[in-house]
């Protein structure tokens, strides 16, 4: 259980115009299950992704903006976090890779940020200042098609994350069909290519989630709807695929694309949801193999749910539905994995990614 003097925070980014509110604070109510608005920050286009440093309080959101030439760039704003509120105040923004970014990702070991480039093919490497502030572009990394693919194919990063024992930085390449690991020297700042691990063709890795305790780590495909089991590792830095499993219903047509993955603090269950579909399928995973048996497939009671995020104390599922326009809260049964709408929900805009700090 959590110390009773933490509060628990949902930090949500969305798709919003600078003009609007586009990054937004709830209080969360484990007690009863209920949200409590806190704050609207506005003065970000596209604020979609989010990472919070809950021990330092500072929230880093990506966002986008233009060079003074006009072309279109990615950048980040760090922000400072009230403890006592939850309340953010902006520390800076920086200008970081030459085209849009998707995801913004941090680990507590390094004082750095990774942020992952869709429509540019890239991931850099961005320093953190030691008053959270944002620093430069310490390396970046473009990706190119492999030998044996056509010319014509193109890069999508979508995501990176380090492993358990921040040895490796993993990055799916959706457009690429592959997980690509690097090195990362925290001392000067750079990424050196270390291997590749290919998927299906067509596939599209989109996010990963490591098992807490097992040599495993579980891979979303957006492309082609499956989650794909592997065995990590550590000494090699490679992942050796165990199992693909269908994230949809036998039977179903509808069109359909992934999103987000997690795995409970327990590691008995991975979650991923459906865009299209609109659920969360739920899997269990044999603690011995690494294989995933599928347990349900629950309505996320909205359209397109872009991320949704375990509470830490694997208490409730949170959903953010980009097309419905609402978070929608999850009862969590840790005994089976399955999850129960609790009937709270709460209108936003557009919301893209949620995260679920104690403060």
Do not use: W
Not at 268 to 284: K, P
Not at 302 to 308: E, I, K
């Amino acid at each position: 259980m959590t110390q009773s003097s933490e509060k628990l925070y949902l930090f949500i980014g969305s798709y919003a115009e600078a003009e609007g509110p586009g990054v937004y604070v709830y209080e969360f109510n484990e007690a009863s299950g209920e949200l409590t608005a806190v704050q609207e920050i506005a003065g970000l286009k596209n604020p979609t992704f989010l990472n919070v440093d809950a021990k330092n309080k500072r929230l880093y959101s990506i966002a986008e903006t233009v060079t003074p030439e006009g072309k279109k760039a990615g950048a980040a704003a760090a922000y400072s976090i009230d403890g006592a509120t939850g309340r953010l105040t902006e520390l800076n923004r920086e200008i970081n890779l030459d085209n849009t970014l998707c995801h913004i990702q941090r680990v507590d070991e390094f004082n750095y940020a990774f942020v992952s480039s869709y429509h540019g093919g890239k991931v850099g490497a961005v320093k953190l200042n030691e008053d959270g502030t944002l620093g430069s572009l310490t390396d970046e990394k473009q990706h190119e098609p492999l030998a044996g693919q056509a010319p014509d194919k193109v890069s999508h990063v979508h995501s990176a994350f380090f492993s358990p024992d921040r040895q490796y930085l993993f990055v799916n390449d959706l457009g690429l069909d592959l997980v690509r690991a690097y090195k990362f020297d925290p001392e000067t700042g750079r990424l050196t290519f270390h291997g590749d691990t290919k998927t299906a063709e067509g596939a599209g890795p989109r996010h990963l989630a490591f098992h807490p305790s097992e040599p495993y780590v579980f891979v979303i495909h957006e492309l082609n709807s499956t989650i794909v089991s592997y065995r990590y590792d550590a000494g090699s830095g490679s992942l050796t695929e165990i199992q693909a499993v269908s994230t949809l219903p036998a039977g179903y047509e509808g069109q359909n694309g992934t999103a987000e993955i997690a795995v409970s603090k327990d590691g008995r269950f991975v979650y991923g949801s459906n865009r299209g579909h609109d659920s969360i399928v739920i899997m269990a995973v044999d603690a011995a193999t690494g294989k995933l048996s599928v347990v349900d497939y629950v309505s996320t009671e909205g359209g397109h749910p872009r991320h949704f995020a375990l509470t830490p104390s694997g208490d409730y599922l949170i959903a953010a539905n980009r097309d419905g326009n609402n978070l929608v809260v999850f009862r969590v049964d840790k005994e089976t994995g399955k999850i129960a709408a609790t009937g709270v929900t709460t209108s936003l805009s557009k919301p893209v990614c949620v995260q679920p700090v104690y403060l």
